[in-house]
């Protein structure tokens, strides 16, 4: 039964296209989480939601709009996709937003935008 | 500006040998400091943790220290094991907000 599950695992689409990552949690956690993992490996936050409510929105094109129905599901959608924008997108989620609370992360979902 | 650094992409151990795996920092107002694992194609796992308030945090075979001074931690495992092959990222948080900053992961081989 997995914990913080991502859909789809892979998505090749081409440029311009809207697409969307799904994210879903199962641990009854109150707080989620949008990274992505670029070229160079690192792992950079991109949206946190605690109960739904956007706490962290980093320097993040607006073509990238995060979306929260409910606590146990954090959504990511990108409009006008850009070769930038391949990557593994990772979403976790935590107990609550305080820094001593580990994270859970899904499996990645891998973009390529031909 | 990477506030979070592990200058080492790869480091490859003997079986059985320790494992040292190290992170620099520069914000010194981060005020816990996680450790995660990585396979191929998974999501990190996490693995350790430790309070800017405590030096030294183990657990099992991980161990992690902390050098605050030196705005430096460490994660020694021991013995190294060929499970343990795997990506480790070092993880900050507590600046203020509610980020947690990773740096780039070092790959840790162990050879049987």
């Known amino acids: 039964d997995t914990a913080v599950s991502q859909t789809p695992k892979y998505l090749v689409t081409q440029m311009g296209n809207d697409k969307s990552i799904k994210c879903e949690q199962n641990l009854g956690h109150d707080t989620m989480y949008w990274y992505k993992q670029d070229s160079k490996k690192f792992l950079k936050i991109m949206f946190s939601y605690n109960n739904k409510e956007l706490i962290i929105n980093e320097t993040v094109p607006n073509r990238f709009s995060p979306k929260s129905p409910d606590k146990a599901h954090l959504n990511l959608h990108i409009n006008s996709l850009e070769l930038g924008d391949s990557a593994v997108y990772f979403c976790?989620?935590?107990?609550?937003?305080?820094?001593?609370?580990?994270?859970?992360f899904g499996p990645g979902t891998r973009l390529t935008v031909l | 500006d990477q506030q979070v650094k592990q200058n080492s992409p790869s480091l490859s151990v003997q079986e059985g040998r320790i494992s040292i795996l190290n992170c620099d920092y520069t914000n010194s107002m981060f005020d816990y400091f996680l450790w995660y694992k990585k396979y191929p194609a998974e999501g990190p796992t996490f693995l350790i943790s430790i309070s800017s308030i405590k030096d030294k945090n183990e657990d099992g075979r991980f161990t992690v220290f902390l050098n605050k001074s030196a705005k430096h931690l460490s994660l020694h495992i021991v013995p190294s094991q060929p499970g343990d092959s795997a990506v480790y990222f070092c993880?900050?948080?507590?600046?203020?907000?509610?980020?947690?900053?990773f740096g780039a992961g070092t790959r840790l081989f162990v050879k049987a």
């Open positions: 976790a989620s935590s107990q609550d937003h305080a820094s001593v609370n580990e994270q859970f």
């Open positions: 993880a900050a948080s507590g600046a203020g907000g509610f980020k947690t900053i």
